[in-house]
Each structure stands twice: as C-alpha cells, then as structure tokens.
C-alpha cells in the first residue's frame, strides 16, 4: 500500500533558524514526490516536486530512496513561511496522488 | 484569471439530506480531480475525470455518492443522503493532463457540515 508519513503535527521554529519538515512514504515502483504549501486563507498549491530538483522560495527537498524520504529543508525561516505543508505521493504511470497529514509550521518572530 | 471555482464554499445541511457541490476548472484543463480533506488529514482523491470520463472513481463511497462532468468541463459531486461522517472540505482541482507531472491546481474548497 501506498503511504505519506508526516510525523509532526506542528513545528515551531524562531525566524532565521533552519527548518526541517518531515516526509516518509512506502510505495514499491519508482515514486514522485511532491510538496504541497497552504498558507493561511489560500489555496493549496504545488511548492516543489523532486524531479525538478528545483529551490523554491528557499525551499529545497532531496528524495533518498534508501530512507524514503523526502523532507523539506530550508535554511533560514522566515515569518512568511508560517504555513501547512503537505508531502505527497504519486508515480511514474500511476496517476493517484496520496497525500500527507500536513505539518503546520508556525515561524516565530 | 480565477483560477478553479467552486460553490458553494460553505455549507450546512442537516443528516440524510441531499447535497450537491460545483466545479469550474481552469479553461482548458481535461483533469479533474475531486478530494475529501477531513479535519487535520490531508487531501484524499475520490475521483478523477479525464475530459468526461472518470477514470478513477476506486475511492469513492458509490452507495451515497455520486458525480458528473457532462460536458468535460463543469463537475458536479453529489452526497446522498449525507451523513454525520461527511462533514468535511470538499477540494476540486484541474490539471492540464493526466501525468503526474501535470501541476494541479486547486479550488478553495467547500466546507460542508452535516448536523
């Protein structure tokens, strides 16, 4: 079965610190991964997706398939990062998309 | 330009009553797609449509459920009769094809409790 695991609930981190938001999948093809941003009376929208390997907003995530993860990281946080994060799942020819729990994450300033 | 749309974007209903929600995705956009989030989950698909077709309908409730997309644009998803347990946001989204590579978009959801 195809999972996304997002371990935290919340995360809370102070303005300029690194920040991490966890992401695990099970999932036994070749996956795609994506993060998936909702910021306060927005819509959900697409952030970043593994195969672009591609920086957003700061934003970076490495897909290690010997670990399956793909955890969100950046550097220094800023208070407009203050969002939901969602990790998700698909596939190469497979078009169901599995999403995390979301990680709130609150940057305090 | 809007974006997708849906309506309404609230709603509330009492149990066994009927209820129906409209999508209007992005112009040109063949894919579909209809999630439940429940409180504190995130996003699960319960239907997507290529242009009319609905290609893949393997998570959704089919004894209470039900939705169209006529035309291959326009959606409509129905719960009938709701019940207690469909309280939740009802997200659309359209992306250009049907590849995962394909970016969805997302509606701003209709939040629907049941009573």
């Known amino acids: 079965a195809q999972r996304v695991t997002q371990p935290e609930k919340l995360l809370s981190v102070f303005k300029g610190a690194p920040v991490e938001l966890k992401c695990n999948y099970s999932?036994?093809?070749?996956?795609?991964l994506f993060w998936y941003v909702q910021y306060s009376r927005q819509r959900l929208q697409l952030l970043l997706r593994?195969?672009s390997r591609e920086s957003i907003k700061g934003f970076t995530a490495d897909l290690n398939k010997g670990e399956t993860s793909f955890h969100l990281k950046k550097p220094f946080a800023q208070e407009e990062d203050s969002a939901m994060y969602y990790c998700a799942l698909s596939g190469y020819n497979f078009n169901k998309f599995y999403f995390g729990s979301g990680t709130k994450l609150n940057v305090k300033p | 330009e809007a974006g997708v749309v849906q309506s309404p974007r609230y709603k509330i209903i009492e149990k066994k009553q009927p209820v129906a929600f409209w999508c209007n995705p992005i112009?040109?956009?063949?894919?579909l797609y209809w999630y439940r989030q429940n409180l504190g989950q995130g996003p699960e698909l319960l239907i997507r449509?290529?242009?009319?077709?609905?290609?893949?309908d393997s998570q959704l409730p089919k004894d209470r459920f039900s939705a169209e997309r006529l035309k291959g644009v326009d959606s409509t998803l129905k719960i009938q009769p709701a019940e207690l347990g469909d309280s939740a946001v009802y997200l659309c989204?359209?992306?250009?094809?049907?590849?995962?590579?394909?970016?969805?978009?997302f509606g701003p959801g209709t939040r629907l409790t049941v009573l």
């Open positions: 449509y290529e242009n009319e077709e609905a290609v893949d």
């Open positions: 999932y036994s093809g070749s996956p795609e």
């Open positions: 989204a359209s992306s250009l094809g049907d590849s995962s590579y394909n970016e969805q978009f």
């Open positions: 593994h195969i």
């Open positions: 112009s040109g956009h063949n894919t």
